[in-house]
Antibody, heavy 120, light 107 residues
Framework: QVQLVESGGGLVKPGGSLRLSCAASGFSFSDYYMSWIRQAPGKGLEWVSYISSSSSSIDYVDSVKGRFTISRDNAKNSLYLQMNSLRAEDTAVYYC?????????????WGQGTLVTVSS | DIQMTQSPSTLSASIGDTVTITCRASQRISSWLAWYQQKPGKAPKLLISKASSLKSGVPSRFSGRGSGTDFTLTISNLQPDDFATYYCQQYNTYSWTFGQGTKVEIK
């Protein structure tokens, strides 16, 4: 079954850290660009970060630069997001999504999301 | 960053209606525009890529048009399953950006 499954969300205090994971199955993970996209409660979608298939190209939205780190392990068919120095405004459902190419194809498969809540 | 502006924010319609959602980019993005459908508590689903290419399995009552800065998503013969929130997204730059969403609700 072709799917993406996120995990690792939860409640964390401001300034804390969390590591999200995304497990891919049913397709050739190493062929795809992967991204993290988040959605604050009741709000719209915000792209957070992407990583190329070989990890050679990475980018982040300005608001998380220096705090979040995206990585992947193609041998384990897994994508990660290390989130440090978390703020209340990082509270959101975090989705992982795949794209066969960057700049010419959108995300055609999304996971179900994992909720991150930053609160004291 | 490229800003994406959708209108309207909310749209009330009846079963069988034809509705159109507009998306405007702050700069030209050629046809690198996608449309997604999202239902409450669920992940977004891709409907259309490259402004007008319907994803396999998506009903033909969905159609997209436009290029440059102005785009539309039209849903013909609105069905109960179509009541949801719709987002446009540009993927012309390394930093993707989304419209703020249009909620299609039952009149």
């Amino acid at each position: 079954q072709v799917q993406l499954v996120e995990s690792g969300g939860g409640l964390v205090k401001p300034g804390g850290s969390l590591r999200l994971s995304c497990a891919a199955s049913g397709f050739s993970f190493s062929d795809y660009y992967m991204s993290w996209i988040r959605q604050a409660p009741g709000k719209g979608l915000e792209w957070v970060s992407y990583i190329s298939s070989s990890s050679s190209s990475i980018d982040y939205v300005d608001s998380v630069k220096g705090r979040f780190t995206i990585s992947r392990d193609n041998a384990k068919n897994s994508l990660y997001l290390q989130m440090n120095s978390l703020r209340a405004e990082d509270t959101a459902v975090y989705y992982c999504a795949r794209s066969l190419e960057w700049l010419t194809l959108p995300a055609d498969l999304w996971g179900q999301g994992t909720l991150v809540t930053v609160s004291s | 960053d490229i800003q994406m502006t959708q209108s309207p924010s909310t749209l009330s319609a009846s079963i069988g209606d034809t509705v159109t959602i507009t998306c405007r980019a702050s700069q030209r993005i050629s046809s690198w525009l996608a449309w997604y459908q999202q239902k409450p508590g669920k992940a977004p689903k891709l409907l259309i890529s490259k402004a007008s290419s319907l994803k396999s399995g998506v009903p033909s009552r969905f159609s997209g048009r436009g290029s440059g800065t102005d785009f539309t998503l039209t849903i013909s013969n609105l069905q109960p399953d179509d009541f949801a929130t719709y987002y446009c997204q540009q993927y012309n730059t390394y930093s993707w950006t989304f419209g703020q969403g249009t909620k299609v609700e039952i009149k």
